[in-house]
């Protein structure tokens, strides 16, 4: 109990654990099934705590939401850089095509329009990601606010990281901390 | 239908590629005078300094949205008849009502094909086609 006499969540299993024993203490018919519900709720209350103190710990939550944040901002990134690069190509014939006859000129004209027309999708894939970006940050403030409400927690929950072969695979990197061709060139030819 | 080729297009979208792609469909409607804002305060200022014969605007941007750029080119004297067409993947019946509230000239929804564009922008010239 606080002083205001308010129980606290982080109190909450604690005083479920008083209150079962203070009830084992008594002779009262059907108290076991008292008991029983109060063990369940305190053995629950304890494995959330646990789970909510894993999501803090450093291998859990900000981590990963702000790589699987970088992860999609990326993806707008390669995108549109490849919906450039098609643009590029498609200008390029444009301007080919303009030196044809009417009949090439117009069926290569046709083709670019079905390119540009087609490139819309970057815009409209940026959108749905950036919108999925958001919710990940919501979903993080919210579950930073339950993590709150626990109050200071017992973190040597580990993260259930991969092990081995497994913890090899973490590509594609991301552009800003990626090795180069040539950075992997030179590594190779330093292992002999 | 024919478009007038020679008139002055203000394209705004906060997706330079976007941009890219609306030019090259203004141009191959044979439209070339166009000038390009990313977001709606920068298009504002623009439309003041010099007035286009069309807008064309995305919605979803910020600080600036398409609504907000329409209301203010609504509400401003020097601005408030030139077509507004909005080019935007938010399609929601509250969305088109809120634009058609605002003053919205036409609406294209994303993605959208050069013969949508061709058949909008002949829609708020009707004298042309």
């Known amino acids: ?192 | 239908m024919s478009l007038n080729k020679n008139m002055r297009v203000v394209i705004v979208d906060d997706y330079t590629t976007m941009l890219r792609i609306l030019r090259n469909l203004l141009r191959q409607l044979e439209i070339n005078n166009v000038e390009e804002a990313s977001d709606g305060d920068t298009a504002y200022h623009l439309l003041q300094k010099n007035p286009p014969d069309l807008v064309i605007s995305d919605w979803n941007m910020a600080p600036v949205t398409g609504l907000d750029l329409l209301k203010r080119v609504r509400a401003d004297a020097k601005l408030k008849h030139i077509p507004f067409i909005m080019v935007t993947a938010e399609s929601k019946t509250e969305n088109v009502i809120a634009a058609k509230q605002a003053g919205v000239s036409n609406y294209i929804v994303k993605p959208f094909n050069a013969d949508t564009l061709r058949a909008k922008i002949a829609s708020v010239f009707p004298a042309m086609v």
Do not use: C, W
């Open chain 1, 1 to 192: 109990m606080s002083q205001s006499g308010t129980l606290q969540l982080p109190d909450a299993h604690g005083y479920l654990d008083r209150v079962i024993g203070e009830l084992r203490a008594i002779e009262a018919p059907h108290k076991n099934t008292l008991v029983n519900v109060l063990e369940y709720l305190s053995g629950h209350i304890r494995a959330t705590r646990s789970e909510i103190g894993a999501l803090r710990s450093g291998s859990g939550n900000s981590q990963m939401f702000s790589t699987t944040t970088d992860e999609l901002e990326e993806i707008v990134t390669e995108t549109a850089r490849a919906t450039n690069r098609i643009m590029d190509a498609a200008e390029a014939v444009e301007k080919v095509a303009a030196t044809l006859e009417p009949g090439p000129a117009n069926a290569l004209m046709d083709a670019t329009t079905n390119i540009y027309e087609a490139s819309a999708f970057q815009d409209i894939t940026g959108q749905r990601i950036t919108k999925i970006v958001r919710a990940l940050q919501s979903l993080e403030e919210k579950l930073a606010a339950l993590a709150s409400a626990f109050g200071p927690l017992d973190e040597t929950f580990v993260a259930n990281a991969p092990e081995g072969d497994a913890a090899l695979l973490n590509g594609p990197q991301m552009e800003k901390t990626a090795a180069s061709q040539t950075d992997i060139d030179a590594l190779f030819a330093s292992l002999g």
